[in-house]
C-alpha cells in the first residue's frame, strides 16, 4: 500500500511566521502534489513536482514556495503566513505514467492566528 | 464556467437504493476521470477511475463516462450507511509528465436508514 505521510495532523501559527509543512512518500512515485481544500471551494492545486529539483506552479501558488531535494520528499513552505492561509493541506503523490490517480496523506489542519 | 462542476448536495438516498451522482468536465482534452470519497475530517480515498468512454463496474460502484458530453457519472447500488460521504469527481488536464487533476467541489451523499 503506497504510504504518503505528513508530519503535522495540525498546526497553529502566527501571522508573519515561516511556516514548513512536509510530506514523505514510500513508494519512489515521480509525482508529488500540495492541494489546499476549504469549504465551497474544493480541492485546490498549489504546486507539483514531476522529478527531484523541478517544481511547477498550480492554481494557486502566490505566498507558497516548495522544495523537492530527495525524490521522497515534497516540503510546502509559506514565507509569511497570513489568515487567509488558514486551510487544510492535503499532499499527494502518484508514479510515472501521467494519468495516474492520486494517493493522498492525512492532510495538516493549518491555522494562522 | 468551473472545469469540474458537481452538485453540491446533499443527496439523500435511503438505504438499499442506487445513489448517482454527477460531474461535468469543461475541457474537452481530458483523459483521465477519478473517482474519490471523502469522509468528514479524512483525506480523499481512491474508489475507481476510468479512461474510456462506457461503464466500468467494481462491486457495488460503476462509474460511466461519455466524452462526447463531457459527462462521468457513479453510481452506488445497494447503498449502505458507511457510504455516506463527500464524492470528489476529479479530471487529470493539461500536458506534460505529471497527472495534474482538477476536482470538482464534491457531492455529499446521505444514505438514511
Known amino acids: 500500500d503506497v504510504k504518503v505521510t505528513q508530519s503535522s495532523r495540525y498546526l497553529v501559527k502566527r501571522t508573519g511566521e515561516k511556516v514548513f509543512l512536509e510530506c514523505v512518500q514510500d513508494?519512489?512515485?515521480?509525482?508529488m502534489f500540495w492541494y489546499r481544500q476549504d469549504p465551497g471551494l474544493g480541492l485546490r492545486l498549489i504546486y507539483f513536482?514531476?522529478?527531484?529539483?523541478?517544481?511547477e506552479k498550480g492554481d494557486i501558488p502566490e505566498g507558497y514556495s516548495v522544495s523537492r531535494e530527495k525524490k521522497e520528499r515534497f516540503s510546502l513552505i509559506l514565507e509569511s503566513a497570513s489568515t487567509n492561509q488558514t486551510s487544510m493541506y492535503l499532499c499527494a503523490s502518484s508514479p510515472g505514467p501521467r494519468n495516474s490517480p492520486l494517493h493522498f496523506g492525512n492532510g495538516t489542519r493549518l491555522t494562522v492566528t | 464556467q468551473k472545469e469540474v462542476e458537481q452538485n453540491s448536495g446533499p443527496l439523500s438516498v435511503p438505504e438499499g437504493a442506487i445513489a448517482s451522482l454527477n460531474c461535468t468536465y469543461s475541457?474537452?482534452?481530458?483523459?483521465?476521470f477519478f473517482w474519490y470519497r471523502q469522509y468528514s475530517g479524512k483525506s480523499p480515498e481512491l474508489i475507481m477511475f476510468i479512461y474510456s468512454n462506457g461503464d466500468k463496474e467494481d462491486g457495488r460502484f460503476t462509474a460511466q463516462l461519455n466524452k462526447a458530453s463531457q459527462y462521468v457519472s457513479l453510481l452506488i447500488r445497494d447503498s449502505q450507511p458507511s457510504d455516506s460521504a463527500t464524492y470528489l469527481c476529479?479530471?487529470?488536464?493539461?500536458?506534460?509528465?505529471?497527472?495534474?487533476?482538477?476536482f470538482g467541489t464534491g457531492t455529499r451523499l446521505q444514505v438514511t436508514l
Open positions: 513536482s514531476y522529478d527531484v529539483k523541478m517544481k
Open positions: 476529479a479530471v487529470s488536464t493539461g500536458s506534460g509528465t505529471a497527472s495534474k487533476l482538477t
Open positions: 513508494m519512489d512515485h515521480e509525482n
Open positions: 475541457d474537452r482534452g481530458s483523459q483521465s
